[in-house]
């Protein structure tokens, strides 16, 4: 166990627990903004394909029933302007943080391979390269690394942290150059459909890819978009060279997404009306949360897309963390996200109405 945990670092929530029971000792409740986990319930439909499918006994697919392939090939089409997507093209996977954990020890990385994630980021990208033992390297600009040891790149837009979103020209510039070196693109696309001041735009698409998937893989959730966090649920589509070979893994790692997951997936892709009201209860948020902040003397930077406001008052980030905390609102630090981050805080959206209606009387008071 020693080996394991000396590659890891240290779990970054458990140094927020002191914060949190300072903001839980608020004589009106703790504001807990600090983990972008759903609150609000999943949509009636989908509980009911959960239901209608809990008579599983038998072992799922990997690669998931003809039904689920088809709502996601049909989804990529429909929602992210791809073409010619064939069951080939997708692959469902057991929710996408063990996605991002496990890819660069399923792909074969290891010592001497570099393994790359923007220099403000989720900090799985970097577990995933320890875990196995390949090197990790944090970027502002990914074509500015030494691609002679790059194997695995990871995009991220819209940014979790800071709701950054890349643009259609700079994903094509990007996707050139990795292709140019033979370095696999992972573009990790889990927020969006939370586009607010940008349309994000998937490296699927024909005018960032040339209409190839060649060297390309974009990582989904339901997560956020259908509250569907408890359900593990999220696939991955692009280059067959890459889906096939990791299929035939995964296999044999018995990665399996539960029958009734892939019967709820089906249901949730089928249906945008859901979508729809759920990204209008998180900008009616957005715009709470966003307003009180600066009238509290915070600045928002970036955060034109995904479930987070990445703010700051120009001072250390657990400052931040401590002042909000005794107003009862708990925030994540930014440098959870990387040394960059120490001047700001990730504020989410992940709230019911109440809590956050809440959070901005304590920030304009």
Known sequence: ????????????????EPYKKTAAAHPDGIVDLSVGTPVDPVPEHIQKALIAAADSPGYPTVWGTPELRDALTRWVEHRLGAREVT?????????????????????????GDQVAFPR?????????ARLARAEHVAYDDPTELDPSRLKLLWLNSPSNPTGRVLAKEELTRIVAWAREHGVLVLSDECYIELGWEADPVS???????????D???????LSKRSNLAGYRAAFLAGDPAVLGPLLQIRKHGGMMTPAP?????????????HVRVQR????????????????HGFRIEHSEASLYLWATRDESCWDTVAHLADRGILVAPGDFYGPAGDRF???????TDERVRAAAARLTA
């Open 345 to 351: 805080v990730r504020v989410a959206l992940t709230a």
């Open 1 to 16: 166990m020693s080996a394991v945990s000396d590659r890891l670092p240290a779990f970054p929530w458990d140094k927020l």
């Open 215 to 221: 060297g390309i893989v974009a990582v989904h959730s």
């Open 203 to 213: 490296v699927l698409h024909p005018d960032v890819n040339g209409g190839s998937y």
């Open 261 to 273: 997951t892939q019967a709820a997936v089906v249901a949730a892709l089928g249906d945008d009306e």
């Open 280 to 295: 209008e209860r998180y900008a009616a948020r957005r715009t709470a949360l966003r307003d009180a902040l600066l009238a």
């Open 120 to 128: 403000l980021a989720y900090p799985t990208y970097e577990v995933g």
């Open 87 to 111: 069951h080939r093209h997708v692959l469902p996977v057991v929710g996408s943080k063990e996605l991002v954990a496990w890819l660069p020890t399923q792909l074969g990385l290891g010592p």
